[in-house]
């Protein structure tokens, strides 16, 4: 007869109650986790005025780094692409995040653009890396994350499309990193435009095989509200965004957004861009782009550079067994001419000691015959 035990608050137990204790282990789990702080690496890839630091500075409510100016065509000449990474401590509610933005000036700045993901590429495996190393090692408990867990990839609001940097750079991209496409600086766009914007994105994305980040679909178990939510943030990529840290007061209120002498932009109103969209996708999938991540990219690249080693060690070896191969069958020719040196010495001293027996006899003979 098997029964359900629980241990009541002075020790004894008592058969008749089913609690157990186990369902407090998430709350267990959820204070050691908000007791170490969360890490979490964002990117940030695109051609210098779309405003890219002051999306950032928007997300995140902080002033990362200041706005840079635009090279003018002189400097784009020389313009080299490099990589910036700013680190900034937020706490919110009790909880702790260690963000780093990794920022790439110089991106398409220069006259020829051609292979300017090459750095970016570079960093992203120098941090796999590093990583990799660190997995490895002996003090794996302390271990800093520093991988790119996302990639907000800016696109031009004034051309037509993608251009064939873009295309280059998230074919690179796509196996390295989650990519989220941005239209920046959408309020020089009409509602329309918007709309005619992002379907031709989506479209050339899906015309050269280029895969960004797949927002994970629901739980059946998950409320609806959540539900409509999911849907409205996947419907809305890519995100055309507006950033600004300005404040400025309308009809009573004090908001943030951006005023023209037609009217006001509001950054976080969701009727005039996706800037709340963007920023709910980053906060409630944040967990899941670390994952991806991992599992995915990291795992990619380790079994990539696993993989080259044992080729490498492979090489090495029949390298090895094919130079004592070599070196053994120089070994049978130098035994095997030194035989046939001592052979032909013995066939020579023989032939010698015949010669002397013969000429003995012949001079017996000879004496014989005389007497």
């Known amino acids: 007869m098997t029964g359900k035990l629980s241990i009541s608050s002075n020790g004894s137990s008592d058969s008749n109650q089913t609690y157990v204790g186990f369902a407090n282990l998430p709350n267990q789990v959820h204070r050691k986790f908000v007791k170490k702080g969360f890490e979490f690496t964002l990117m940030v890839v695109g051609e210098s005025g779309l405003g890219k630091s002051t999306l950032i500075n928007s997300l995140f409510l902080t002033d ?8 003018d065509p002189t400097e784009k000449i020389r313009k080299t692409v490099n990589i910036e990474a700013s680190t900034v401590e937020i ?31 570079k960093y992203i495996d120098d941090q796999f890396e590093r990583f990799l190393n660190d997995e490895s090692g002996l003090n794996r408990r302390n271990i800093s994350d520093n991988r790119a867990h996302c990639c907000f990839y800016f696109i031009a609001p004034w051309g037509h499309g993608l251009k064939p940097l873009d295309i280059e750079c998230m074919k690179e991209l796509q196996g390295k990193v989650n990519i989220i496409p941005i239209i920046a600086k959408a309020d020089t766009l009409t509602p329309n435009e918007v709309k005619r914007l992002k379907t031709r994105i989506l479209k050339e994305l899906n015309e050269h095989d280029i895969h960004i980040y797949q927002i994970p679909d629901c739980d059946s178990d998950e409320d609806e509200e959540f539900k409509t939510q999911n849907k409205q943030l996947k419907d809305a990529i890519p995100f055309a965004v507006v950033g600004s840290t300005q404040t400025i007061e309308v009809r009573g209120r004090k908001i943030r957004g951006r005023l023209y002498p037609w009217g006001v932009v509001e950054v976080e109103n969701i009727e005039h861009n996706d800037f709340l969209k963007l920023r709910s996708m980053l906060i409630t999938h944040m967990q899941d782009l670390q994952e991806v991540t991992h599992e995915v990219h990291y795992e990619n690249y380790r079994s990539e550079k696993l993989g080259s080693q044992y080729n490498r060690r492979v090489r090495d070896k029949e390298m090895n067994d094919s130079s004592s191969s070599d070196n053994l069958l120089i070994d049978k020719d130098r035994i095997l001419k030194e035989k046939e040196e001592e052979l032909r010495k013995m ?17 017996d003979q000879n004496k014989a015959v005389v007497n």
């Open 91 to 121: 706490e919110e509610r009790g909880v702790k995040l260690r963000l780093t933005i990794v920022d790439t000036p110089g991106f398409g700045d220069s006259i020829n653009a051609t292979e300017c993901y090459k750095p970016i590429i």
């Open 347 to 363: 066939q020579e001293m023989v032939a010698k000691m015949q010669a002397q027996m013969l000429q003995a006899q012949l001079g």
């Open 64 to 71: 990362l780094y200041p706005e840079r100016p635009t090279p």
